[in-house]
């Protein structure tokens, strides 16, 4: 692999969500060193995941051999890395991010550089806090961890700072890890990053990202899970990406189908909140051999518990039905219980022959001679490492990883799932083990998370990066706290007795309401009467970054530029100048206009679409043509349209028949910082 260049590589990879990790420690000098190294930041690892179910591939640490630019001096030939798939449980990248930080702090002398298939995705995570000079251009081998904090190495501004930091945009590897372990050399990322990241961190590995649930499954299936609990993951995802091929295993169910209801039993098992959404959010009919275990659901609440443990026991026992089914599993099973250092023709293998002969470059074979007792020994391991690496790229091409090192050596943090579970089914058979041994009865965790309210729902898009004082109208708390405009102070409390006073006697929560859509109708109207120019309209959640005059347009002084430039003359008897009528004048006209109008309009249906000045909702008559009557019974008044009123009512109908999804009237209001969820319009429609 290309390390200066790893990570164009690795966002060019296809396949499954992965990350990759890379160890350098200094102080190791030989392979056995190294891979002693690689046991102890495992065993962290183990120890901190004892009780975490992976979505895919767990934690895992290994010795790649080869130097890929590193210095010499402290890096003789190999190093320590590692490769995860975590495919959509985003949380289980960063709880390996939470291990790494783990591992420096155990080992201060180690830098770990870790990416994905995104690239940099600590510089994601904490984007609203890095400097200005760090982009995607020059962020490669900048971003460390170390002793349990983030590094970044800036480039030098100034000439002391040269002698610090190496120069130039793109930094080479083994100079970027000098100067990561340098204690001379500042490197820390700062407490606004770290804060962020750290924040990402805690979050991940948290209790409740696991999600305990009851499941009635054969008792090979819960000896099973007993044993190897993390097999769950490899059954969730057999069920969730199932296809006609494998479904064919569930018709005759040859493995784990029950021989009686007696040899059915209910067990706690733990998923990840990712896998337990993926089960039940796919509906499944049961396979005939299952069908006469499963128990219908009823009104019956605790009937209701057995049946979901029933539906989600046949699910998961149909998953591992197709797992342990899928053929790929088995001709790999086949091909690495068969191959072993004594029969794989070596000689054939021209990636063995290179491997060889870098390692007799860096002096692994020391001074034996070729042939000698000492020799055979070190290449009969130097083999046995390398077909293992072999076997584990093979697995890796058979489940479609797709990796950007032509010669990929990641190793099976857990083996194959078929040998797994053949292994643990014979001990099964053999076993006198009761039921109550593998049987486990903590209780179930409420899946209430799994439904997502309209509130819930905003608040997770708002999140923690929403910009600081935005507005949130879901939250309950006082309208004052609400207010962040400036020009909103001086009129706020005016209003909200205004309409205190139309309510007065309703609850909170209703005089509530009010404000809000007085609220609403202020933004309007300071949106509708500010002036825009040539660049458009500017909403007032925007930022006015106009630089200069606005720009003028004067109609008459146009016309006679262009007239002078044709050489045309103004045509004869034409005024120079037109006497324009005072703003006084032009008011009382278009008075007069409006009034002749709305005396022409009120005789037709279009005059009953606008609800007047005095009517409310509440007062408001509907009349057999669907139209709103004005409750004055004098036809002869013409009352004024209360503008306002009918705006609030136009957009609280068209927010309305979006239904929850995107539209003109959420998008209008969302420009002039305003948030209404479906809930709000539904209440006030229920109470109109």
Same mark, same amino acid.
């Given at each position: ?6 990570? %164009? ?69 190999f190093h320590l890395t590692g490769m995860q798939r975590f495919g959509d449980a985003i949380d289980d990248e960063w709880f390996s991010v939470f291990i790494l930080f783990k591992i420096s702090e155990h080992f201060p002398s180690s830098a770990i550089q870790i990416w994905d298939n995104d690239g940099e995705f600590l510089l994601i995570e904490a984007a609203t806090e890095?400097? &200005? ?7 490669? /081998? ?22 610090? @930091? ?72 057999? $069920? ?50 299952? =069908? ?7 009104? /019956? ?5 057995? &049946?979901?443990?029933?539906?989600? !026991?046949?699910?998961?026992?149909? !998953? ?5 089914? %899928? ?6 099973? =086949? ?28 002096? @692994?074979?020391?001074? /034996? ?12 391991? =130097? ?57 486990? /009865? ?84 300071? $949106? ?19 630089? !200069? ?8 002084? $146009? ?5 002078? &430039? ?25 008075? &007069? ?5 709305? =005396? ?89």
């Amino acid at each position: 692999m290309n390390w200066e260049n790893v990570h %164009e590589e690795a966002a060019a990879a296809g396949g499954d969500n992965w990350m990759r990790y890379a160890l350098y420690e200094t102080g190791i000098d030989t392979r056995e060193e190294a891979e002693n190294r690689a046991r102890d930041m495992t065993k962290i690892a183990e120890d901190l995941s004892s009780s975490y179910t992976w979505q895919k591939d767990g934690f895992n640490v290994f010795v790649r051999e080869g130097d890929h630019g590193l210095p010499r001096k402290h890096f003789p030939g190999f190093h320590l890395t590692g490769m995860q798939r975590f495919g959509d449980a985003i949380d289980d990248e960063w709880f390996s991010v939470f291990i790494l930080f783990k591992i420096s702090e155990h080992f201060p002398s180690s830098a770990i550089q870790i990416w994905d298939n995104d690239g940099e995705f600590l510089l994601i995570e904490a984007a609203t806090e890095l400097p &200005a000079w760090l982009e995607p251009s020059n962020a490669a /081998n900048r971003v460390f961890i170390c002793k349990g904090g983030v590094h970044i190495i800036p480039i030098p501004r100034n000439p002391r700072e040269i002698t610090l @930091y190496p120069p130039g945009n793109r930094l080479d590897i083994g100079r970027a890890i000098s100067a990561v372990l340098d204690q001379k050399v500042p490197t820390d990322a700062g407490s606004a990053i770290e804060a962020l990241i750290k924040t990402r961190i805690q979050g991940s590995k948290r209790r409740s990202l696991m999600h305990f649930a009851r499941c009635s499954v054969p008792r090979s299936v819960a000896y099973v899970l007993h044993k190897d609990p993390q097999l769950v993951a490899s059954a969730v995802e057999s $069920f969730y990406l199932r296809d006609p091929i494998s479904l064919a295993a569930c018709r005759e169910m040859t493995h784990f189908a029950p021989a009686s209801k007696e040899d059915m039993v209910t067990t706690t098992v733990q998923f990840s909140r990712v896998m337990y959404a993926q089960m039940v959010g796919q509906p499944f009919s049961a396979p005939k051999p299952l =069908a006469p275990f499963i128990i219908s659901k009823s009104s /019956n609440s605790a009937n209701w518990e057995q &049946a979901s443990a029933s539906e989600l !026991g046949m699910k998961l026992t149909c !998953g591992f039905e197709m797992l342990y089914a %899928e053929q790929h599993l088995r001709d790999l099973s =086949a091909f690495t219980n068969s191959v072993t250092v004594d029969t794989y023709n070596f000689d054939a293998d021209a990636r063995w022959l290179k491997s060889k002969s870098r390692l007799k470059r860096m002096g @692994y074979f020391k001074e /034996n001679v070729e042939g000698s007792e000492a020799y055979r020994e070190l290449e009969r391991a =130097a083999k046995e490492n390398f077909l293992k690496n072999k076997l584990s790229a093979l697995r890796d091409r058979m489940e479609g990883v797709q990796d950007s090192d032509p010669d990929p050596s990641v190793p099976v943090p857990f083996g194959n799932p078929y040998d797994r579970i053949r292994k643990i089914l014979d001990e099964f058979k053999a076993s006198s083990s009761r039921t109550s041994d593998y049987v486990h /009865n903590e209780p179930p965790d409420s899946d209430e998370w799994i439904t997502l309210t309209m509130e819930n729902f905003e608040r997770l898009m708002k999140g923690r990066d929403s910009a600081p004082g935005a507005e949130d109208l879901l939250e309950d708390e006082d309208d004052d706290d609400d207010d962040s405009d400036d020009d909103d102070d001086d009129d706020s409390d005016d209003d909200a007795d205004d309409q205190d006073s139309v309510v007065e006697g309703n609850t909170e929560q209703e005089k509530r309401g009010v404000r809000e859509l007085a609220k609403m109708v202020k933004r309007f109207t300071s $949106f509708v009467e500010a002036e825009s120019d040539v660049n458009g309209v500017t909403f007032p959640n925007e930022n006015d970054d106009e630089n !200069g005059a606005p720009f003028e347009f004067d109609p008459d002084v $146009f016309m006679q530029k262009m007239m002078s &430039a044709l050489g045309a003359s103004e045509p004869a008897g034409q005024a120079k100048a037109v006497e324009v009528n005072s703003e006084e004048e032009v008011y009382e006209d278009m008075n &007069a206009v409006m009034e002749a109008m709305d =005396a022409e309009l009120s005789a037709t249906k279009l005059g009953n679409d606008f609800v007047r000045a005095g009517s409310m909702f509440v007062d408001a008559e509907e009349g057999a043509d669907g139209h709103y009557r004005p409750d004055s019974t004098d036809e002869s008044e013409i009352k004024p349209v209360d503008i306002d009123l009918n705006l609030v009512k136009n957009l609280l109908e068209s927010f309305s028949s979006q239904e929850g999804l995107p539209g003109p009237a959420s998008n209008l209001l969302a420009s002039l910082g305003l948030k209404i969820s479906r809930e709000d319009v539904d209440r006030r429609d229920v109470k109109k």
